[in-house]
Every structure is written in structure tokens, then in C-alpha cells.
């Protein structure tokens, strides 16, 4: 078990609500760009993703990459990307040991950089995917590559298919996972379709259970009631039907566990536990 699940804003992007959720409004909507930090008693400070920080801002200061932060205004006060706000929480960069990367959508990793003793963990899966487009393919699938650290790759913690293996972690149908420090506190488990290799991460603490599902849904409300995103949402995808499956399995696992199991995509603005921003 880990010691204290913190979940954190570090900025929020401004998009029209019916694209992420059918039937939401056609009004701009505030999503949260959450970051969650972890205490392990051994690994010390792992982060479940970083959030904006102002190394977004210069990733996508000129074209064509200024396309991608005109199409997704994004909000970050002073002080409010990861980096500043564990500070307030007593935590330095060197205190973070590990970075669990969801995907590499911009969104996610741009606070990379502001850690830099942090080893990185993700699927073997996204690094090829990202790797695979050129500048303009990886704009279009909302990939930057400015936001990588020039060490990236020493640090990488790379997760291969072979790595994720079936059992039973009381998160069926996801059974493919991975035990990120083999003790059951952090188990990684594939949620392809937003991007090809997203992954997400139960992770188990003395209180209730939390699965971080990254970008598989928009919403816990999608989630609970199976609502598919507009189509438009699709020409940002890898695959659309892996993503209708994703959530399917999301729903699924919702109407087995939901009262033991709190499932939280990353830009949901409801109330979850550990949460310590408003939206």
C-alpha cells in the first residue's frame, strides 16, 4: 500500500464539453490537467503524470506547433504547475523518484523537464507511436516533442507487452497488468485507443482503491453511464473502437466495484478523493 494519494491541478485546458461527452453543452468547459503524487514507504514521491507547466508555452511559442495551444487554450496561474505546487507540500524536485507518463499528450508530460533525478515509466507501446510521426504527425496526434528532457531516454523506464501479464488485481476486465514495484501498491494496466499505448494505474492505499485512467474518458459521468465522446473527438485518436472498448471496460468495472473502487480520468472536474483544488 502506498502512504497518501494527493491529487493536484497543475492548469486546466478550455474546451467545448459536448466533444469529450455526448449530450454535454455546447459551452467551453474548464478540464482540469490533474496531477497525482504518491507516497510509497520504500520508492518515495512517484507522480501519475505532471500537468501543464510553462515549458508548454515555449514548446508551442511558433508555428505550426502554436497550432496546438490556439486550438486548446490552456490556463496556469503562477505557481501552479507541479514543480511549484510540491514545493508548497515540503516535496523538491529531487524528492520525486518516479514519473508514471499516462500518454505523451502534451497535457500529461510537459512538467518533465522540471524533475530531474525522476525515472519515467510508461508503455513500451506510446514511445514507438510517438516516435513513429514526423514534426506535423506529431502535432496532429497532440505529441511535442520539446517536452521530452534531453536525458529522457536514460531515465526511461520502459514497460514492453511481454511486461503485462494476467492477474487478478480486482480491476477485471483489466487483467494484462503490470506490478510497477512488486508489491501490489501500483499496477499498471493498458487502456489503449485515446492514444495507442495509454496506460492507466490502480493504486492501493489504506484507504479506498483509485484508478487513474489518464485520457480513457473525459468524465466519471461517461464512465458510469457509458456516454461515447462526439465523433469529433475520434480525429485526435488512435483507434476509436479501442477507445469505445476502453470505456466499456471502464463502465463494466464501475458497475462491479464502484463502491470499493474510485476510477478518476484525469480531466474530470467532480469531486474526487484526495483532491485538494477546486475547479
Known sequence: ??????????????????????????NSVVFPARVTVIEHPREGIVLFDTGYANHFFEATRRFPEKLYALTTPVKL???????????SLGITPSDVRWIVCSHFHGDHIAGLRDFPEAKFAFYEEEYRSFKSYGRIGRLRHGYLQALLPDDFVSRAHSISTEQFLEADHGIAPFNRTHDLFGDGSIVLAPLP?????????????????????????????????????????????????????????????HQNRGDSLEIIPCHCGKKHAGDVFDV
Open 193 to 253: 485507443g485515446h492514444t495507442r499505448g495509454q496506460i492507466g494505474a490502480l493504486v492501493r492505499s489504506s484507504g479506498r482503491d483509485q484508478f487513474l485512467v489518464g485520457d480513457a474518458s473525459w468524465s466519471s459521468l461517461a464512465i458510469e453511464k457509458n456516454i461515447p465522446p462526439h465523433p469529433l473527438a475520434y480525429l485526435i485518436m488512435d483507434k476509436g473502437r479501442d477507445y469505445l472498448n476502453s470505456l466499456e471496460r471502464l463502465h463494466l468495472l
Open 1 to 26: 500500500m502506498v502512504s497518501r494519494i494527493t491529487h493536484l491541478a497543475s492548469g486546466a485546458c478550455l474546451h467545448p464539453e459536448f466533444v469529450t461527452r455526448r449530450g454535454g453543452s455546447f
Open 77 to 87: 496561474s503562477p505557481g501552479q504547475s507541479a514543480v511549484d505546487q510540491l514545493k
